[in-house]
Every structure is written in structure tokens, then in C-alpha cells.
């Protein structure tokens, strides 16, 4: 049973920091490239970050380059988000995806709300 785990959300002020991580299970983690999107409420989801199986190619939205950093322990078939300097309009429902050309998986999401 394929199973993503998210964890680590929560209410932060403007100018902290967070730690999401995201468990996986029930499929090979270290083949899958991981990325973590995003959806605000009245909002589409949004591409936050990826990174590919092996962690040698990292792409960033522009609106978290130089705040977030993702990375990965295929040892613990985990992949984490760090975020600093959070920002109000960084608040959504953080979402993991595990994706290759045949398969994509999902969590269900972790709730950052940062307050001004």
C-alpha cells in the first residue's frame, strides 16, 4: 500500500521557520523524483520544489529561491522542506508527490499558516 505522509505544518509568525517532512512507504522511494507543491485557498496548486531521485537536480519556484531548501534521505524514503524567512502568502496546504513516468502518488497535505 503506497502511503505519503506529510508532517510539520503549522502556525508560524512572518520571519520564521518550518521543517516539512514527507514519509514514504509501499513503493521504491530512491527511483522516484519527490516534489513538494502547494495550494492556497481560491488558489490552483502550485509546483514548490523538486528533486530528482538521486538529488543531483533541485529546481525551485521563484517565489521561495533563497528561503526554501528540499532534500531527501533515500535511506528513509523522506523528503523534507525546509522553509525560513515564511512570508503570509506562503500559507497553504503543503503537498508531496512522488512521480516517474509511470506512477505519481500523493499525500494528503500538511497546513503552514504564517501570520503577519
Known amino acids: 500500500q503506497v502511503q505519503l505522509e506529510e508532517s510539520g505544518g503549522g502556525l508560524v509568525q512572518a520571519g520564521g521557520s518550518l521543517r516539512l517532512s514527507c514519509a514514504a512507504s509501499?513503493?521504491?522511494?530512491?527511483?522516484?523524483?519527490m516534489y513538494w507543491y502547494r495550494q492556497a485557498p481560491g488558489k490552483e496548486r502550485e509546483l514548490v520544489a523538486s528533486i530528482t531521485s538521486g538529488g543531483g537536480s533541485i529546481v525551485y519556484a521563484d517565489s521561495v529561491k533563497g528561503r526554501f531548501t528540499i532534500s531527501r534521505a533515500n535511506a528513509k524514503s523522506t523528503v523534507y522542506l525546509q522553509m525560513n524567512r515564511l512570508k503570509p502568502e506562503d500559507t497553504a496546504i503543503y503537498y508531496c508527490n512522488a512521480r516517474d513516468n509511470f506512477s505519481s502518488y500523493w499525500g494528503q497535505g500538511t497546513q503552514v499558516t504564517v501570520s503577519s
Open positions: 509501499g513503493f521504491t522511494f530512491s527511483t522516484k523524483t
